[in-house]
């Protein structure tokens, strides 16, 4: 079975500065998608990024990109220029079907 | 742009009593979810839907769960007798095409659910 991980319940980060969140899967898939939800207080789930696992190149969307190491398994998030609008949970998740596994998420807070 | 939508946004019942959720899935989107959140833990998938049959259901969705799509746009969830642990939060999403691995899924606001 697949399975996401989240090491980091909780980050923090000063305005303005860079944060990476870390996320971390088991597959034995090789078609696989990578996605980036945030949460924000009011609990919608809100798409930040989306990785195809055949595409070497990183996703970026204007101040969110990743970094993608699929030996490693491995799906970092960062955040640049943190906005106190960022704060909020975080899922990664993996789709190599039709459903979203997701981790367990990272609760960001961004200090003024 | 076009919006997931659900309806209610909070709904409060009594244990054994039935509930159904409601969303109204993008216009033009074929595949349609219902993923569970309970408070303080991940979000959870329950059940895939495509052309008015389920597609793919988690072991959390039992018997007391069913889902139906009664007309061209509202997607239900149905909880038939509740219990206590049913209290979560309901999100329905819907992606546009038949099946695709990893289409993106765009999720509705959720349906909070209390049981007492």
């Known amino acids: 079975a697949q399975t996401v991980t989240q090491s980091q319940p909780e980050m923090s980060v000063q305005e303005a500065e860079t944060v990476t969140l870390s996320c971390t899967y088991d597959?034995?898939?090789?078609?696989?998608?990578l996605f980036w939800y945030k949460q924000p207080p009011s609990r919608q789930m809100i798409l930040v990024i989306r990785?195809?696992?055949?595409?070497?190149q990183n996703a970026t969307e204007n101040r969110f990109s990743v970094n993608f190491q699929k030996a490693a398994k491995s799906f970092s998030l960062k955040i640049s220029d943190s906005q106190l609008g960022d704060a909020a949970m975080y899922f990664c998740?993996?789709?190599?079907?039709?459903?979203?596994?997701f981790g367990t998420g990272t609760r960001l807070t961004i200090i003024p | 742009e076009p919006e997931v939508t659900q309806t209610p946004s909070h709904q409060v019942t009594q244990m054994g009593q039935e509930v159904i959720l409601r969303c109204v899935p993008i216009?033009?989107?074929?595949?349609f979810y219902w993923y569970r959140q309970i408070l303080g833990q991940k979000v959870e998938f329950l059940v895939s839907?495509?052309?008015?049959?389920?597609?793919?259901k988690s072991e959390i969705f039992d018997d007391q769960f069913s889902v139906e799509r009664p007309d061209g746009s509202n997607f239900t969830l149905k909880i038939r007798s509740t219990k206590l642990e049913d209290s979560a939060m309901y999100f329905c999403?819907?992606?546009?095409?038949?099946?695709?691995?990893?289409?993106?899924?765009?999720f509705g606001p959720g349906t909070r659910l209390l049981v007492l």
């Open positions: 998740a993996w789709a190599g079907n039709e459903k979203l596994t």
């Open positions: 999403a819907s992606s546009p095409l038949i099946g695709q691995v990893g289409e993106t899924q765009y």
């Open positions: 216009s033009n989107h074929l595949y």
């Open positions: 839907f495509y052309n008015n049959e389920i597609s793919e």
């Open positions: 597959t034995s898939e090789s078609d696989y998608y």
């Open positions: 990785q195809e696992a055949y595409k070497q």
